[in-house]
């Protein structure tokens, strides 16, 4: 089956055109006009990859990718005219992975989509159900906290359970996790997480790292403010530290 993606503009050319480059580079395509058809799409067709607009009419699209994300891993490219570092920063806390500036170049984008989708197979995402971790990377499961109900990484399974329940990461939070967990205790600075975590570097903005361990953070600590977990090296990076 070809690969999906569903992509979310307002504009009837941008969307169109968008959806017919990505059909001839063999992808199949959702096209979406607002953010309630696009939440419904989701639903129903569950696509691997989403191209996102921010500047929609109704629903905007950082609000759109937060009511996405409790209930979809699916990577997320914003494609916007908004250049502030900002907004930039705005769309990756609200759970987006990526983000490209319109005018954009065709080929940039696509690679940016394959990256992505090798990211999510490699994280086990594309398929819930497959048991492969994919990428080479070692698999097995380590308990990386064991205080108030063990935090379980499940590498072969692409999975993160606190307890009983599954804590629900996207693409990019689970790489993330993962490489600071292969082993724990080294040291990874923000530009070699970047090219592990990322492939492409994101332009090499490192502050993309940043807002990406915050955003682990808030779902993995007990307090996201004091972090015991993910902690930060002054000056060298990010260590993760089982407790």
Do not use: N
């Amino acid at each position: 089956m070809l690969p999906h993606v569903l992509v979310l503009d307002d504009d009837d050319g941008i969307r169109t055109s968008l959806t017919l480059a990505l059909e001839d580079e063999g992808y199949r395509v959702t096209g979406c006009a607002d953010a309630e058809q696009a939440l419904t799409a989701v639903t129903a067709s569950a696509p691997e990859v989403l191209v996102v607009d921010l500047m929609l009419g109704g629903i905007d699209g950082f609000t759109f990718i937060r009511r996405l994300r409790p209930t979809c891993p699916a990577p997320v490219i914003v494609l916007s005219a908004r250049r502030d570092k900002s907004d930039v920063v705005a769309a990756l806390e609200a759970g987006a992975d990526d983000y490209v500036t319109k005018p954009f170049d065709l080929d940039e984008l696509f690679a940016r989509l394959r990256a992505l989708r090798r990211r999510a197979g490699s994280a086990g995402v594309l398929d819930e159900r497959s048991g492969d971790a994919g990428g080479g990377r070692s698999a097995g499961v380590l308990v990386l906290d064991s205080r108030s109900g063990p935090l379980v990484l499940d590498a072969a399974a692409g999975a993160v359970r606190r307890g009983k329940s599954e804590v629900r990461l996207t693409v990019t939070e689970f790489r993330l996790l993962r490489e600071l967990a292969d082993p724990p205790g080294r040291v990874l600075s923000r530009q070699v997480l970047l090219e592990r975590v990322w492939d492409h570097g994101f332009h090499g903005d490192e502050r993309i790292v940043d807002v990406h361990v915050r955003r682990l953070r808030t779902k993995i600590e007990a307090d996201p403010s004091a972090p015991r977990l993910v902690t930060t090296v002054r000056g060298l990076g990010y260590r993760l530290d089982r407790r």
